[in-house]
């Protein structure tokens, strides 16, 4: 075990039990607003899945979920009825259905989006100045370790924040 790894786990435990708190307390301060976009969290999830992946099948849906067929063809089946998903026959084998998202299901995620970014707002601008530079430089150390974990594999062994970044300094 590298040296301070235990600690280091700890110091993981707090930032994700912080965060876990952090969101419970947003879910559940704009819970009613989030009810006026009628969809259940499950919806919501295959929503997003459509829509940042501009289409897909419908058996690559249900993979993504980790759910049955039928499970996601229920799921889609309610969201076409809604206006919010299409069904496309795929040009590329007919057996295949390719699942879109439509005009009003990209207005409902950019509701999401929307009440996402307010609430966000009213947090952040209940900060001191430092305590906003804190949140900044976190959310920006956050972000950067996103997008080299969540990359496309590039064969060049690209796993980890670059060095200037890793101390946390500025």
Same mark, same amino acid.
């Given at each position: 075990?590298?040296?301070?790894?235990?600690?280091?786990?700890?110091?993981?435990?707090?930032?994700?039990?912080?965060?876990?708190?952090?969101?419970?307390?947003?879910?559940?301060?704009?819970?009613?607003?989030?009810?006026?976009?009628?969809?259940?969290?499950?919806?919501?999830?295959?929503?997003?899945?459509?829509?940042?992946?501009?289409?897909?099948?419908?058996?690559?849906?249900?993979?993504?979920?980790?759910?049955?067929?039928?499970?996601?063809?229920?799921?889609?089946?309610?969201?076409?009825?809604?206006?919010?998903?299409?069904?496309?026959?795929?040009?590329?084998?007919?057996?295949?259905?390719?699942?879109?998202?439509?005009?009003?299901?990209? %207005?409902?995620?950019?509701?999401?989006?929307?009440?996402?970014?307010?609430?966000?707002?009213?947090?952040? %601008?209940?900060?001191?100045?430092?305590?906003?530079?804190?949140?900044?430089?976190?959310?920006?150390?956050?972000?950067?370790?996103?997008?080299?974990?969540?990359?496309? %594999?590039?064969?060049?062994?690209?796993?980890?924040?670059?060095?200037?970044?890793?101390?946390?300094?500025?």
């Amino acid at each position: 075990m590298p040296p301070g790894g235990t600690d280091r786990e700890a110091r993981i435990d707090r930032v994700v039990a912080a965060y876990e708190l952090l969101m419970h307390r947003i879910a559940s301060s704009h819970a009613p607003d989030l009810l006026e976009v009628a969809v259940t969290m499950s919806q919501a999830k295959v929503l997003y899945l459509i829509a940042a992946a501009q289409g897909m099948r419908m058996s690559e849906l249900a993979l993504r979920l980790g759910v049955s067929i039928s499970t996601t063809s229920g799921l889609v089946d309610r969201l076409v009825d809604h206006g919010l998903l299409a069904r496309h026959d795929d040009p590329a084998d007919r057996r295949q259905v390719v699942v879109t998202i439509t005009t009003t299901g990209s %207005a409902n995620l950019e509701r999401f989006r929307e009440l996402n970014e307010a609430q966000m707002r009213r947090l952040l %601008a209940r900060l001191a100045d430092p305590e906003l530079d804190v949140v900044e430089r976190a959310t920006t150390l956050l972000a950067a370790a996103a997008a080299d974990a969540f990359a496309p %594999a590039t064969g060049d062994g690209g796993d980890s924040i670059a060095p200037a970044d890793k101390g946390g300094h500025s």
